[in-house]
């Protein structure tokens, strides 16, 4: 009877230390979640608490309370991009927060780099093949040098880069926390040209091709050849903003990441970003991040091809070729980004 009582009071004690675990967990959860919806975009997340890595600084305390002068100035701009990013979610909160708590799934664009306490959310079409390249280099422990030299189909290989949905949930609100979280953006409209120009208009990006190029050309083109609906390789910009702009195409499935807005692929009315880059400014901002890493001397970010880049003027020439009503429907399923990133209505745009 004795020991059947010592076993009972065992099996307690241990039914309280894993209810204890399993509640800790769950507090972490909402601590961070909750953490979120409040306004924080002017915290000092050093006050009180120190670093990581001992007798060094990480990117994070270097932007909130920087050492030199260069950071100083560019501290202002970047807090000026924090503001303009937490009043849109304020302002908007009815369409930027219609989820309230992110899962797991949700992190799979947010790239992490453990030696430099960094996080990355990649945005296509806003020089994430170089981002990921620079990533590979600052993970790779030495194996990579020269991020030009990592073929672009390697930079896609979601093995050669760990992102955040693979942590576990302590461990992912710890670095969420604790890491100097980072985006690059881009002019949506700019970024959506750009995104059209190279899934349809090249003829080496048949997988583009047969998987949506087929059905835009089945659903919004009258009279098709039996030769455009097997290949899809010859979308036009009408049809493809017909097809953003039908409802079904998001009842379907998500966006594909390559036109999806940006709000959706990074949440950012939900992770607190500490800096958000633009694409116009894409050397001087992206050296901002490796220099706040500390490895500004050693690496630094590819230059890009401006002769081949998708500009407004570009743009403008394509959206002159689509109805008033597509451009204001177009605006709207991309308006929180225009806002949230502080970027004007287009001059040649039409709405109505």
Known sequence: MKQTLLDLMRMSRICRMVLATCL???????????????????????????CCRKGSRNALQELYNPTQAEFSAAAVLHQARRDQVADTCRAHSASSRKRRVLTPSDLKHLVVDEEHELIYCYVPKVACTNWKRVMMVLSSRGKYSDPMEIPSN???????????????????????????????????????????????????????????????????????????????????????????????????????????????????????????????????????????????????????????????????????????????QLYQLYKLDFLMFNYSIPSYLKLQ
Request: net charge positive; aromatic share 14%; glycine share 4%.
């Open 154 to 328: 390697e930079a896609h290989i979601p093995s050669n880069l760990k992102t955040l949905n693979q942590y576990s949930i302590p461990d992912i609100n710890h670095r969420l926390k604790n890491y100097l979280k980072f985006l690059f953006v881009r002019e949506p409209f700019e970024r959506l040209v750009s995104a059209y120009r190279n899934k349809f208009t090249l003829r080496y990006n048949t997988s583009f091709h047969k998987r949506y190029g087929t059905k835009i050309v089945r659903r919004y083109r009258k009279n098709a050849t039996a030769e455009a609906l097997q290949s899809g390789a010859d979308v036009k910009f009408q049809e493809f903003a017909d097809y953003l702009v039908d409802p079904g195409t998001q009842r379907e499935a998500p966006l594909n990441e390559h036109w999806q807005t940006v709000y959706s692929l990074c949440h950012p009315c939900h992770i607190h970003y500490d800096l958000v880059g633009k694409y116009e400014t894409l050397e001087e901002d992206a050296n901002y991040v490796l220099k706040l890493a500390g490895v500004g001397d050693s690496l630094h970010f590819p230059s890009y091809a401006k002769s081949t880049r998708t500009t407004d003027q570009m743009a403008a020439m394509f959206f002159n070729n689509i109805s008033s009503q597509q451009q204001s």
């Open 24 to 50: 800790g967990s769950f507090i972490l959860v909402i601590f961070y979640f909750q953490s979120m919806f409040q306004p924080v975009m002017r915290r000092n997340p050093f006050a009180t608490e120190g």
